[in-house]
């Protein structure tokens, strides 16, 4: 009888999801655009998955209220959900301020990765003077730090600095997420 040699089989390779989260001027776009792009997974800008009505809000400085997130955190929550489904992956910048919003993506997209870009407010600040072209005013920064609840030690999440260069700020993240850009795994710091 002829020994069988083993056929190896190709293991798909499953990209995570990933939530940037923080405050607005933290970076989300820009980081996770970057993030998304060296994990090989599409990214989503969460913003643009709100409704007119809460874009038109928040461009009055008007913060939004728990009603009017509800609905846009289950479309973030089935984008993440669907993203997993196929394997693709997909890094999504949303504040998700609160630990009740990271549980509503969470109960449809138990896998992701919350990484909290976080930041002194003279630096957010400073950011948010320079932007131009958004819909959120620099003035509702406090609000959005009051509401902020941080990342706790039971969720899957990491906090990373942005009070560093870009690529750290990138290789940090990606690290967080558990792997490395040279796709060998890591731990994260």
Partial sequence: MKALTPVP???????????????????????????????????????SLHPVDNIAKMAAGIPLTDADRWPWLAVVGRSLANAAGTGAGLVVACSALKRSYRNAIRAQAPDTVFLHLHGSREVLSTRLEGRSGHFMPATLLDSQLQTLEPLGPEEN??????????????NQAVLATGLQLNAEPAVAP
């Fill in 9 to 47: 089989v190709p293991v798909p390779v499953l990209h995570p999801t990933v939530v940037m989260m923080g405050v607005s001027g933290c970076g989300k776009t820009t980081i996770g655009a970057l993030v998304a792009a060296a994990l090989d997974t599409p990214f989503v800008d969460a913003d």
């Fill in 157 to 170: 999440g990491h906090t990373v600095d942005i009070n560093q260069p870009v690529d750290g700020i990138v």
